[in-house]
């Protein structure tokens, strides 16, 4: 297992040292935050640092690093690497720099950020894939947790409307209509924290009952480097976009600004932002490691993990926190994964309101201005989310647009940062990277993935197996990001040159 506490460790260590390099490189000072100056007791609310970390973390760690990573292990223990350095290198810079230049410019949301340093029409295509993104989001963290309370009342015994997804999803939907109107400390502010540390204390289970038990053993990445994926999906780019949430997100981006508008110094941004997504890591590497340790492999093939995964996350996520932990363990694990989706999803639809409301300049100290807002963003996730219970629409798909277009969010936010830390005379460097390493993620992906363009590029062998383009999608990956990063230079040269005359 020293693969696993390897990356462990350079997770911890990456939170101390790249995490203060990154929040010197941002250079945050004693100016007086948004919460303090603004403070309308309803989205600019003053919270201790504790509670900003532990709220922060429940908002960004949805189904990513649990689900994403179950499904990313199917590569194999090289999924380790990916979670350890995208979260140190590129995750965590990309949280920790959407949150404090939101605090920055008021607790404004990514989207205007975002049109601040990279100009109108990006601000406009941002604003339309924030409100995208935002509602399918928070329309995936609410069929899935109604999946997963479902599995658990089936595997209780319980039969009639309890065990039906249509019943469990009205509920959420009904909570996250309360959560997205009400003031932030009402209920995100008090009871969340507690959440926060019972996610914690499940991560910390899992791993628990992997090491303490010795039929289960995480593999090293050094014996088994290659891929371990039984469809012979390529590595680049799906598991970086399947992961999602445990590496690196775009919706993170859309959290942050919650917390930007409660800070009382610029100061906590690194334990709030940097600190979540490193935490975030480390709950996605166990869950990675669990995937890779518990199932059966065959012929080098994870063919264990892909068969549980076929019987649905839910059922897939039950089963792990059942061998590791066993009976006790399942309840706290269970309740821990229904709540962390939950968790995100409201803050998803919060976070709609407001770009919303930022985008069309609505006020939001009146309930009456708060009504027009949450019934349409909460209506259109009812339909999508009823529309899958009722087996009209594939969550998978959904899932898997979600996928794409979280990542894609993540490079613009990135390259938004980058022109942010140029102008100021910074490093820009720190952030253009990752930019640049992301943008070819998105696009090799936008390529070959069958929802996308590999539809029309991708073949078929004669037992129906995917053919994958990657003669086309990899050179295209490539081009589009050393393209993005020249556009970027040019932008900077051009910036300079004006200012100088």
Not at 32 to 42: L, S, Y
Not at 221 to 238: D, K
Not at 250 to 256: A, D, I, K, L, R
């Amino acid at each position: 297992m020293i693969s696993f506490l390897l990356c462990l460790a350079i997770l911890i260590g990456g939170y101390f040292v790249y995490g203060k390099i990154v929040d010197n490189t941002f250079g945050p000072d004693d100016r007086e935050t948004p919460a303090v100056r603004i403070n309308d007791g309803v989205d600019y609310v003053v919270m201790p640092q504790w509670k900003l970390f532990l709220v922060q973390l429940l908002n960004i760690a949805g189904l990513g690093p649990i689900f994403g990573a179950l499904q990313g292990a199917l590569w194999g223990p090289v999924v380790f690497l990916w979670i350890t350095f995208g979260t140190i290198f590129a995750g965590g810079v990309h949280d920790y720099f959407s949150g404090m230049m939101s605090e920055r410019n008021d607790g404004g949301s990514i989207a205007e950020i975002t049109g601040k340093y990279l100009g109108p029409v990006m601000q406009n295509i941002m604003r339309v894939f924030s409100v995208v993104l935002l509602i399918m989001v928070g329309t995936v963290f609410a069929v899935g947790p109604a999946g997963l309370i479902v599995t658990l009342c089936k595997n209780s015994g319980m039969s009639g409307v309890l065990t039906t997804t249509l019943f469990w999803l009205i509920i959420i939907l009904v909570y996250y209509f309360i959560a997205t109107f009400i003031s932030i400390d009402a209920i995100i502010g008090k009871i969340y924290p507690v959440f926060g540390i019972c996610l914690i204390i499940m991560a910390v289970g899992v791993i628990f009952g992997i090491f303490t038990n010795p039929a289960y053993t995480i593999p090293e990445i050094w014996e088994h480097f290659g891929s371990m994926h039984p469809s012979g999906t390529p590595i680049w780019s799906f598991m970086f976009i399947t992961v999602a949430c445990g590496a690196i997100s775009g919706f993170h981006s859309t959290q942050s600004p919650l917390m930007a508008r409660c800070m009382k110094s610029e100061k906590q941004g690194h334990f709030v932002f940097y600190g979540a997504m490193v935490c975030e890591g480390i709950i996605a590497l166990i869950w990675a490691a669990a995937g890779c340790s518990l199932y059966e492999i065959t012929g080098g093939l994870n063919t264990g993990l892909a068969a549980a995964l076929a019987e649905g996350q839910s059922a897939a996520i039950y089963d792990v926190c059942s061998k590791t932990m066993g009976g006790v363990g399942i309840a706290l694990a269970m309740i821990g994964v229904v709540i962390c989706p939950v968790t995100s999803g409201d803050t998803a639809f919060r976070s709609a309101r407001l770009t919303l409301a930022d985008w069309f300049k609505i006020d939001q100290d009146s309930y009456a201005n708060r009504l027009k807002l949450c019934v349409p963003v909460l209506g259109v996730g009812a339909f999508l989310g009823i529309g899958n219970a009722l087996g009209f629409i594939n969550y998978t798909v959904i899932w898997r647009y979600f996928s794409w277009t979280n990542q894609t969010l993540a490079m613009i936010v990135l390259w938004a940062a980058s022109m942010y830390l140029f102008q100021e005379k910074k490093n820009y460097w720190i952030t253009a990277v990752p930019a640049t390493f992301m943008s070819a993620v998105s696009s090799t992906y936008f390529v070959l993935a069958p929802e996308c363009l590999g539809s029309i590029l991708n073949s078929k062998t004669a037992e129906g197996a995917t053919i994958y383009n990657t003669a086309v999608a990899y050179p295209f990956g490539v081009i589009f990001a050393v393209a993005m990063l020249a556009i970027f230079l040019h932008a900077t040269k051009k910036n300079t040159q004006k200012k100088a005359a």
